[in-house]
Each structure stands twice: as structure tokens, then as C-alpha cells.
């Protein structure tokens, strides 16, 4: 158990809908990482927050939004949804920010989307 | 970007050694990690390598970076049935502004054969 938890495990909903994806990060961590696993693009890095500010983007489509409220949880939006969205979603957290040392980023066990 | 290269099967049996080769592109990557996937769970940290280390060894695992040629490998010594899932190498980028996403190969789906 890394610790960090995901809710919903799973999702099911249709096409043109909007779903919110819940991450709690690891006690006294600050930095949560989103990424999304599907089964032609891999792994894939989607955003970054520190301490409730955007810090870097990565892939993320613009239908697509997160935020990181005072509590430290994160939430993934996904808007306007289609089939391709369907996938796994991670998070991960970290708790050293620009601060060098290896920032090892520990994972949730995801968010299975499945978009019909 | 960086990229990362892996091969996506390798199959060994059970008691033997299982090498998993991983190439990436990005020379700056400061640490590079390797995660365990297994099905329907989550990614699991196995361990990871500073960039100026040539090996770190942890219990069964062995890596090896050879930086000049942007090559890392993971050694699993005696490995198990429960060894078998899918393995990522996954070196740190860095955006800049404290920000250090992964950038994650393929896979490597390991099968051990009891």
C-alpha cells in the first residue's frame, strides 16, 4: 500500500459526459502527479501540482483540468468525454519540491474510465 | 521529449536471472526509476538509480546505467512467479520549475515459467 488513494476504482459513463477523478496523497506530501494509461499511448505524464499551484503540464487535452485544494487532494476533471478517454488514471505523489534528491513520486492504484 | 525504449516481452524460468533493458534519449535525467505493475494494481516503486551511479544493488534487484550510451537494466536475481508482471523504466524529467514527471516506456511483460 503506497498510501495514496483513488476514488472511484472504477467508472462507467457515456459519451459527452463529465467526470471528476478523486486523489489523497501520501501524509505530508505536497506534489500530486496525474497520468493516464491507455492502451496506444502508454503511460503518459498529464499535469502537476504543488501545494495547490500548477507547476508543469504534460499531454492533457484542454477538455481535461485538475486542481489541487488547501487539504492537498487533487481532483482530475474530464469534460466532453469520448470513446478514446477510456482508460486508467494515476496519481501519484511526491513530497520534495525543487528541493533536488530523488522526489520518488509513489502511485494510487488508479481509476479505471470507461467511456461507452 | 524524452523517449524510452523497452522490449515488451521476456519470459524466464523460475530460479533463473531476468535482464530488462531499457534505453532512454534525455542525457539529463538526473534519476530513472523502475516501477512493477501488476495486473489490475497499480505501480508499484521497485528502486531507483542516481545518474552519477554506475549499479545499485538492492537485495534480489541489481540496476546498471551505462549514461554514455543512455542504457539502464534491471537484474532480478532467482526469479519468482510472483516476479511475473509488467515492468517500466521511467527516468525523471525536470520542466525547470521543481517539476520532475516521469517519462515511462512501454513495458516489459514479464513471464516466469514455474
Known amino acids: 500500500d503506497s498510501g495514496v488513494t483513488q476514488t472511484p476504482k472504477h467508472l462507467i459513463t457515456a459519451t459527452g459526459q463529465r467526470v471528476t477523478l478523486r486523489c489523497s496523497p501520501r501524509?505530508?506530501?505536497?506534489?500530486v502527479y496525474w497520468y493516464q494509461q491507455s492502451l496506444d499511448q502508454g503511460l503518459q505524464f498529464l499535469i502537476h501540482?504543488?501545494?495547490?499551484?500548477?507547476?508543469a503540464k504534460g499531454n492533457i487535452l484542454e477538455r481535461f483540468s485538475a486542481q489541487q485544494f488547501p487539504d492537498l487532494h487533487s481532483e482530475l476533471n474530464l469534460s466532453s468525454l469520448e470513446l478514446g478517454d477510456s482508460a486508467l488514471y494515476f496519481c501519484?505523489?511526491?513530497?520534495?519540491?525543487?528541493?533536488?534528491?530523488?522526489?520518488?513520486?509513489?502511485f494510487g492504484p488508479g481509476t479505471r474510465l470507461t467511456v461507452l | 521529449g524524452e523517449d524510452v525504449e523497452q522490449s515488451l516481452f521476456l519470459s524466464v524460468r523460475e530460479g533463473d536471472s531476468s535482464v530488462i533493458n531499457c534505453t532512454y534519449t534525455?542525457?539529463?535525467?538526473?534519476?530513472l526509476y523502475w516501477y512493477k505493475q501488476e495486473p489490475g494494481a497499480g505501480l508499484q516503486l521497485l528502486t531507483y538509480i542516481f545518474s552519477n551511479m554506475d549499479m545499485k544493488q538492492d537485495q534480489r534487484l541489481t540496476v546498471l546505467l551505462n549514461k554514455k550510451d543512455k542504457h539502464l537494466s534491471l537484474r532480478i536475481a532467482d526469479t519468482q512467479t510472483g516476479d511475473s508482471a509488467i515492468y517500466f523504466c521511467a527516468p525523471r524529467g525536470d520542466s525547470g520549475a521543481g517539476s520532475y514527471q516521469l517519462t515511462f516506456g512501454k513495458g516489459t511483460k514479464l513471464s516466469v515459467i514455474p
Open positions: 534525455d542525457s539529463s535525467s538526473t534519476y
Open positions: 501519484a505523489s511526491s513530497g520534495t519540491y525543487g528541493q533536488g534528491g530523488a522526489d520518488t513520486q509513489y
Open positions: 501540482y504543488y501545494n495547490g499551484e500548477e507547476r
Open positions: 501524509s505530508g506530501d505536497l506534489s
